[in-house]
């Protein structure tokens, strides 16, 4: 039994991550994946601006928590790289303020919209695609030239993710020797 | 093996989750367990203050993110209620301001401090106890008589865990009606 169960749960784990790969409508939207909450958590933001600083709404910041499927970020732990099929998972919800003990500081209410990132190599020319689902299941992809691929094409620090915001992915990827050039080299110029 | 995997993965997941349970060192310490990052995430807030509003410190907020054993994830989303052995992880962590994209708001920075809350009904009188593991390995408990364990046992609304900021245990508890009747009071007399 000792040595048969990591087999088994490799087995296992290989069974259930088949349903960790992106899925389409026959319209081509994307699904939303009914148990996101249940992947790898990464990290989560409050009310991140990434225009001019004067553009924050600093009275109703957002907060966005990130997901990945399990699959992939077993092969991330790995490698430093995303495995084609990997999903991310970005979920925004309102920043409450008082309620029960909370006296100042900001907690986690509903959500307000869900994106993702994903990579499918085969079916998008530029391999990473974005979604936005709203409060919908039904994704609906931004266009190629959309502002989300320009900027996940130019300033990530992996491939076309934001791992400069993950802290455990960073520490893998800088490891790794997986960070972008570009990112690197950006990181490396600042005081 | 299309019958044989649905059992093949509850003898894994079986497996898997006897390393969920409270491990504790020889002397009382409770051991950090390695991989909480790959556990069930419940939610996180920012520069979250339980004292007056004037004590928060609003020049340097943390992060902390909570995170559950997932046998006993799954059992609440069974039961609304908490299984013996369910280990929570709060991890706090420095929220970085200015960094590549992010010209306001705040992102995830470095590990501060990591603490936990146990339930361990045989180990201890009140049923949970609180550890804080700082920077290390091994947690030490807070005493019986501290501001966590009056707190927790007073203000939380399910069992002793804050389930008011876990907004999808929230909805949980409530559909199943398993609120502390004190927190359901207080709840209602708000405006």
């Known amino acids: 039994m000792r040595l048969l169960l990591p087999l088994l749960f490799a087995l296992a784990v290989a069974a ?21 909450r249940e992947w790898i958590y990464l990290s989560s933001g409050l009310g991140m601006t990434y225009g001019p600083a004067a553009t924050a709404d600093h009275g109703n910041p957002k907060f966005e928590n990130v997901f990945v499927s399990p699959a992939a970020y077993s ?22 303020e008082k309620g029960s003990i909370n006296n100042a500081g900001r907690y986690q209410s509903e959500i307000l919209s869900v994106e993702a990132a994903v990579k499918d190599e085969q079916r998008f020319p530029q391999k990473w695609a974005y979604f936005s689902f709203g409060q919908t299941d ?11 691929n320009s900027c996940h094409g130019q300033k990530a620090a992996v491939e076309n993710t934001f791992v ?13 020797g997986t960070l972008n050039r570009a990112y690197s080299e950006a990181a490396q110029q600042r005081p």
Request: with cysteine.
């Open 75 to 96: 092969a991330f732990r790995e490698t430093g790289r995303w495995p084609d099929k990997t999903v991310l998972i970005l979920e925004i919800r309102r920043a409450a």
């Open 16 to 36: 259930q991550t088949t349903s960790d790969a992106p899925q389409y409508a026959p319209d081509g939207h994307l699904l939303r994946p009914a148990n996101y």
């Open 164 to 176: 400069q915001f993950y802290p455990t992915l960073l520490e893998i990827a800088t490891r790794k």
């Open 138 to 148: 039904k994704g609906n992809m931004f266009p190629a030239n959309s502002a989300c």
